[in-house]
């Protein structure tokens, strides 16, 4: 590991120069055109549908896509293969509690002629028509599951995390080709572009299907990390093992697993989540340490429920911050609520509380709201940063998680 590149890195944070930021929408993405409109794309996992609403307090319906148009060619293909038939059952009764996972997490090209789709049960990227509805092309990932996205700040690429062979692939928008690929830790889970889409930052989150939970045998879930990758060689230069750097601030005993995150306005905080626990850490890029911890509420239903018993080691799995800084939009997704947090004081408004296992937040390309999708109750919220209320809900597919804003040609209709 490169010391220079990891001094480098440091300088450009301290600086503010790492373009994308976590937390902020992508350029490509958000973007305005003439030629398209933006919308909000909400993956439903288990329907293998992708609803499409307007991004604001409204949440119009505007259409809905089928992202497995090719189901039954795929189940066929697994049916035939008695090691990927075990993955698929595997992947349904560890990871999707009883369900095929069909979409994890989606982005459109710039010109929103087609919807990147990354589908774990198939193990598979695929880019859809969003016209005809039909496949461009599809990628196989390495391993037997496909997870988190990103999109490359100029909107020319993604990476995909395929969680069993600890690597992300890189993938041309356009053609599915693969780009590049690089190694990464246990599992890895969320990709954001970073330094203007000259770094990807990955988070692995290690075995969280296994019922291995208690502290002291946190070893088993594997090896976790935050990583930080030069895009173009693949190298990497930079590993942060959040449990030993919670447990150097005087919170021992915590997971090393990353979930969610989001960076301040001037990208030298990152905020962020882990498994079992119930809030979010401060974390100081420049001086390389956890500043504060933000414990929130726990709902009297989970205050003595076994690690064993969370979803996937989920306490929380969801937090966006507003583009001024100000407020953090948080997932409760053991205690079943979304909140707003004052940044300054880490205090929580009053819980949105209107449906249940909240798994994903996003915020608006205005900066007004947070989507926050309710997978339990197959909706999706708007929430005021302002005044930490709901302002607005539609009904979605079956099981909703991963929501982006992405891009549909202007006279796009499905009418």
């Given at each position: 590991?490169r010391k220079?590149g990891?001094?480098?890195?440091?300088a450009?944070?301290?600086a503010?120069?790492?373009?994308a930021?976590l937390?902020?929408?992508?350029p490509?993405?958000a973007?305005?055109s003439?030629?398209?409109?933006?919308?909000?794309?909400?993956?439903?996992n288990w329907?293998g549908?992708?609803?499409?609403v307007?991004?604001?307090?409204?949440l119009?319906?505007?259409g809905?896509?089928?992202?497995v148009?090719d189901?039954?060619?795929r189940?066929?293909?697994?049916?035939?293969?008695?090691?990927?038939?075990?993955?698929?059952?595997g992947?349904?009764?560890?990871i999707g509690?009883?369900?095929d996972?069909?979409?994890?997490d989606m982005y459109?090209?710039?010109?929103g002629r087609i919807?990147?789709?990354s589908?774990?049960?198939?193990?598979?990227?695929?880019?859809?028509?969003t016209e005809t509805g039909e496949?461009v092309w599809?990628?196989?990932?390495d391993g037997?599951?496909?997870?988190h996205?990103a999109?490359?700040p100029?909107?020319?690429?993604?990476a995909?995390?395929a969680?069993?062979a600890n690597?992300?692939?890189r993938?041309?928008?356009?053609?599915g080709?693969?780009?590049?690929?690089?190694p990464?830790?246990d599992?890895?889970?969320?990709?954001?572009y970073?330094?203007?889409?000259?770094?990807?930052v990955?988070?692995?989150?290690?075995?969280?299907?296994?019922a291995l939970?208690?502290?002291w045998?946190?070893w088993?879930k594997?090896q976790?990390f935050?990583q930080?990758?030069?895009r173009?060689?693949?190298e990497v230069?930079?590993?942060?093992?959040?449990?030993d750097?919670?447990?150097e601030?005087?919170?021992?005993d915590?997971s090393a697993?990353?979930?969610p995150?989001?960076?301040?306005?001037?990208e030298r905080?990152?905020?962020?989540q882990?498994s079992?626990?119930?809030g979010?850490v401060?974390?100081?890029?420049?001086e390389d340490r956890?500043?504060?911890?933000?414990?929130?509420?726990i709902?009297?239903?989970v205050?003595?429920l076994?690690?064993e018993?969370?979803?996937?080691?989920s306490?929380?799995?969801?937090i966006?911050?507003n583009?001024a800084?100000?407020?953090?939009?948080?997932?409760?997704?053991m205690?079943?609520y979304a909140t707003i947090?004052?940044?300054e004081?880490l205090t929580p408004?009053e819980?949105?509380t209107?449906?249940t296992?909240?798994y994903?937040?996003?915020q608006?390309a205005?900066?007004d709201?947070?989507?926050?999708?309710?997978?339990?109750?197959?909706?999706?919220s708007?929430?005021?940063y302002?005044?930490?209320?709901e302002?607005g809900t539609?009904?979605v597919g079956?099981h909703p998680?991963?929501?982006?804003?992405g891009?549909?040609p202007?006279?796009w209709?499905q009418e």
């Amino acid at each position: 590991m490169r010391k220079h590149g990891k001094l480098a890195l440091r300088a450009a944070l301290a600086a503010g120069l790492l373009g994308a930021g976590l937390g902020a929408p992508v350029p490509a993405q958000a973007a305005a055109s003439d030629e398209t409109r933006e919308v909000l794309f909400v993956g439903n996992n288990w329907d293998g549908t992708v609803d499409i609403v307007t991004p604001d307090a409204a949440l119009d319906r505007v259409g809905r896509l089928n992202v497995v148009p090719d189901l039954e060619e795929r189940l066929a293909e697994i049916r035939l293969d008695p090691i990927r038939w075990a993955y698929f059952v595997g992947i349904r009764h560890l990871i999707g509690e009883g369900h095929d996972q069909f979409v994890d997490d989606m982005y459109t090209t710039p010109d929103g002629r087609i919807l990147i789709v990354s589908r774990p049960s198939l193990a598979d990227v695929v880019g859809i028509d969003t016209e005809t509805g039909e496949l461009v092309w599809r990628f196989a990932v390495d391993g037997q599951r496909s997870d988190h996205m990103a999109l490359s700040p100029d909107g020319t690429e993604v990476a995909v995390s395929a969680s069993t062979a600890n690597t992300v692939h890189r993938l041309d928008v356009n053609t599915g080709e693969e780009i590049g690929s690089f190694p990464t830790g246990d599992q890895p889970h969320e990709n954001i572009y970073v330094d203007g889409g000259e770094r990807i930052v990955n988070a692995s989150i290690g075995t969280v299907y296994t019922a291995l939970d208690a502290p002291w045998l946190d070893w088993t879930k594997g090896q976790r990390f935050v990583q930080i990758t030069d895009r173009e060689t693949g190298e990497v230069i930079e590993r942060i093992n959040m449990r030993d750097k919670l447990a150097e601030a005087g919170y021992p005993d915590m997971s090393a697993a990353v979930r969610p995150m989001t960076f301040s306005p001037d990208e030298r905080y990152v905020y962020f989540q882990v498994s079992f626990f119930h809030g979010f850490v401060e974390y100081d890029l420049t001086e390389d340490r956890v500043t504060r911890v933000a414990e929130l509420p726990i709902a009297d239903a989970v205050e003595d429920l076994a690690r064993e018993e969370y979803l996937l080691d989920s306490a929380h799995h969801g937090i966006a911050m507003n583009p001024a800084g100000t407020d953090i939009c948080v997932a409760g997704t053991m205690s079943d609520y979304a909140t707003i947090v004052d940044r300054e004081t880490l205090t929580p408004a009053e819980p949105v509380t209107t449906g249940t296992k909240p798994y994903w937040a996003t915020q608006s390309a205005d900066g007004d709201h947070c989507f926050v999708s309710w997978s339990g109750t197959d909706q999706v919220s708007a929430i005021s940063y302002e005044t930490g209320e709901e302002v607005g809900t539609v009904t979605v597919g079956d099981h909703p998680q991963r929501m982006r804003l992405g891009r549909l040609p202007a006279d796009w209709s499905q009418e």
